[in-house]
């Protein structure tokens, strides 16, 4: 029975698991944000990777630049040629974890 003012433990869980992940991409997202006021629009794609990159390694995220993705599929591992443009493996164990 739910007492009133009470929320019940999947919504703290989930409130937990969204700060931590926020832990993460908000500083991503401001630095992202950050490099796109100071290049302007027009460049390459491979510009604006190279320049996060510069300014997210100080801040200690592990992160994985055209990381490759693999297709599941019927319980096969394909290499199609997808990759990630940016990786974060904790941010997705974070994700698992909340998921899960």
């Not at 006021?37 to 027009?42: A, T």
Request: net charge positive; glycine share 8%.
């Amino acid at each position: 029975m739910k007492v009133h003012g009470e929320h019940p433990p999947s919504l703290k869980l989930w409130r937990d698991k969204r700060s931590e992940i926020r832990k993460i991409t908000d500083p991503m997202i401001q630095t992202t944000i950050g490099v796109h006021r100071i290049l302007d629009p027009g460049l390459f794609e491979s510009a604006y990777e190279q320049c996060l990159t510069y300014k997210l390694k100080p801040k200690v995220i592990n992160f994985k630049l055209q990381h490759g993705l693999h297709v599941a599929y019927k319980g096969i591992k394909l290499d199609c040629g997808q990759k990630r443009d940016l990786y974060v493996p904790r941010l997705k164990e974070g994700i698992k974890r909340y998921v899960s």
